[in-house]
C-alpha cells in the first residue's frame, strides 16, 4: 500500500524533473551528476527535498484517507449476504421475515450513517489539531477505527445489526476528523515546491482505498456468508499500522511555531524534514504566516454569509461541494453492483472493481493536468462528462430488455462517469476552496464546505435506493439535470484559481460590488465571468 503511494509519488517527481529540465541517474533515459549541474541544488531541485522523513510522515498519514476511501467502498460488494444477516436476525428476534421496505431502511441506514458520522467529525476538526496538534490528533483519531472495527466485526456474532450500523456511524466520525486532519498535516510538513503534489495524495489515498475494498470485498476474498465481517473489520489493521509509524513522524513545523511558539522545535523538525541545515527560509514564511494571522481577525460561520467579501466565496465553495457529492458518484459507489446486475452484467462485482481500476488511474491522470488546464477549466469538462454518460447509463439500462448488448454500455458508462469525476469533482472543489479564503475565514469555510459535502453524501446515501424504486430506469437523469445545474453556475459564476495569489482572489471578490462599467477586463475575469471553457 505505502509502496504504491510511493512509487506514484515517484512518478509525479519524475515528471516535475524532466519538465524543468533537470535529470535524475534512472536509467531509460534519465539521468543525473549533481557534480556537473551545479545550477541544480540552486533552484532546490524537487527530488533531493524528499527525505525519508519526509516519505514517512505523508505514508503515515495517508493511511488515513486510505481508512476513508475503504469504508466509502467497503459496503458494496456484500450487500446480499449483509442484508440477509439481516433478515435472519429479524427472524430470531421476532420469529418473521423481514419487510421488503424495513429490510430497505435498515440498509439505507447502514449506507448512510456513515455519512451522519462524517457531518460531525468533518465540523469537529478544530476542536482537535489546535489543542493537541496535527499528528497527535490523528493519533488519537484511531480510537475511532478500533471501536468500530470491534463492533463491525463481532456483530454477526452478537446477532446485532444495531452493532454494524453503530460502528458504521463512528468509522464515519473518523473519515469525517481525518478528511480535515490529513490534507492540513500534509500540507504543513510539505515543502512549498512539493505541497501540491504531495496534496493531492490524500485523493489517491482515498480511490485506493475504495479499490482495496472493492478487491477484498470479492465472494473469492471476503465478500462471503462466513467472512463479511472480517470485511468490516479489516479497518483494524490499518489504524494499527498509522499507530506505528506516526509516533516516528514529526509533528507539523508550522503548528510548534505559529500555534505553540515553539521555533527551536520547529526549527528542528524543519531540519529533518528537508534534510538540510539551512531551513531560514522556511523558518521566515511561517513567522509572515504568523503575523497575517494577527493582522486578520477570525471569521465565524455566520460572518461568511452576512459579510458582502465573503459571501460569494462560500456560496461557490458550498456550490461546489454540492456539485461533487449531488453528481451521483457516491450511488455509484455504493450501490455500483446493484448498478450492474440491473444492466444485466453477468459479473457485477468485477465490473465494480473495473470501475474501481478506472477511478484509481484517472486521479493520477489528475495530478499532472491540475496545474495546466487550470480547476475551473477541469471541472467544466468533468460535470459535462459526467453529464452526457449518465444520459447513456440511462438509454442503456432502458433498452436492456430489447438489445442484451447495452449491458456493454452501461458498462462503459459508469467507467466514463467515474473517469470524469476524478479530472473535476472529485479533486477540484477542494483545491478552490483552500483558494477563495485568505488566513482569516479559512478555517470556517472548510467547516462549512465539510459540512455540506458530508450532509449531500448523506441524502444521496440514504435517499438513492429509494429514488430507485420509484424511477426505474430513469434514475440517473435527475444526477444529469443536476449536473447541468452545476455547469451553469460553474460557467457564470465560479473564477480560475490557477497561478494566481490568495489577494489576487480575494481581490476580485471585493471588487464584486462594483458595477461591470468600473471594472477592467481583468478584474471581470477574476470573477469568471468572461472565462472560456
Known sequence: MLTTLGAALFLLLLAVEKRQGTSLMLGGGYSWDPTFNPSFFVFFPLFLQMTARLMLAVGGAVLGS?????????????????????????????????????????????????????????????????????????????????????????????????????????????????????????????????????????????????????????????????????????????????CVILPFAPESPRFLLINRNEENKAKSVLKKLRGTTDVSSDLQEMKEESRQMMREKKVTIMELFRSPMYRQPIIIAIVLQLSQQLSGINAVFYYSTSIFEKSGVEQPVYATIGSGVVNTAFTVVSLFVVERAGRRTLHLIGLAGMAGCAVLMTIAVTLLDQMPWMSYLSIVAIFGFVAFFEIGPGPIPWFIVAELFSQGPRPAAFAVAGLSNWTSNFIVGMGFQYITQLCGSYVFIIFTVLLVLFFIFTYFKVPETKGRTFDEIASGFRQGGASQSDKTPDEFHSLGADSQV
Open 66 to 242: 486510505l481508512q476513508f476511501g475503504y469504508n466509502t467502498g467497503v459496503i458494496n460488494a456484500p450487500q446480499k449476504v449483509i442484508e440477509d444477516f439481516y433478515n435472519r436476525t429479524w427472524l430470531y428476534r421476532y420469529e418473521e421475515p423481514i419487510s421488503p421496505a424495513t429490510l430497505t431502511t435498515l440498509w439505507s441506514l447502514s449506507v448512510a450513517i456513515f455519512s451522519v458520522g462524517g457531518m460531525i467529525g468533518s465540523f469537529s476538526v478544530g476542536l482537535f489539531v489546535n489543542r493537541f496538534g496535527r499528528r497527535n490528533s490523528m493519533l488519537m483519531s484511531n480510537i475511532l477505527a478500533f471501536v468500530s472495527a470491534i463492533l463491525m466485526g463481532f456483530s454477526k456474532m452478537a446477532l446485532s445489526f444495531e452493532m454494524l450500523i453503530l460502528g458504521r456511524f463512528i468509522i464515519g466520525l473518523y473519515s469525517g476528523l481525518t478528511t480535515g486532519f490529513v490534507p492540513m498535516y500534509v500540507g504543513e510538513v510539505s515543502p512549498t515546491a512539493l505541497r501540491g503534489a504531495l496534496g493531492t495524495f490524500h485523493q489517491l489515498g482515498i480511490v485506493l482505498g475504495i479499490l482495496i475494498a472493492q478487491v477484498f470485498g470479492l465472494d473469492l476474498i471476503m465478500g462471503n456468508e462466513s467472512l463479511w465481517p472480517l470485511l468490516l473489520g479489516f479497518i483494524f489493521i490499518p489504524a494499527l499500522l498509522q
